[in-house]
């Protein structure tokens, strides 16, 4: 019913920057919540990001003033800006959406997208 594809994910040095997206995609009315996670080797999987359509975004410490998460509603995509980013940063980034009003009216959860993976290192 409902997929997501990230994208914008690599390699890149300490202190650089990237940008990902995710876009959703199926018989979707409107999305409530959309985030970004990440797990790393060997870790389990932890909150990077959360951004509500109304706006309100909720960052995990290890990431406040380096990363900004945002989103376009019209086209169902959330976006993850990372900035300063260091080594300690490197895992698969997953994105998620919440609450999702269905064409037709039905609501479905948590659905994930299949991860991208970023790497930081010199």
């Known amino acids: 019913q409902v997929q997501l594809v990230e994208s914008g994910g690599g390699l890149v040095q300490p202190g650089g920057s990237l940008r990902l997206s995710c876009a959703a995609s199926?018989?979707?009315?409107?999305?409530?919540?959309m985030g970004w996670y990440r797990q790393a080797p060997g870790k389990g999987r932890e909150l990077v990001a959360t951004?509500?359509?109304?706006?309100?975004?909720n960052y995990a410490d290890s990431v406040k003033g380096r990363f900004t998460i945002s989103r376009d509603n019209a086209k169902n995509t959330v976006y993850l800006q990372m900035n300063s980013l260091k080594p300690e940063d490197t895992a698969v980034y997953y994105c998620?959406?919440?609450?999702?009003?269905?064409?037709?009216?039905?609501?479905?959860?948590?659905?994930w997208g299949q991860g991208t993976q970023v790497t930081v290192s010199s």
């Open positions: 199926g018989s979707i009315f409107s999305i409530n919540g």
């Open positions: 951004i509500t359509s109304g706006g309100r975004t």
């Open positions: 998620n959406a919440d609450n999702v009003k269905l064409v037709g009216g039905l609501y479905g959860y948590l659905y």
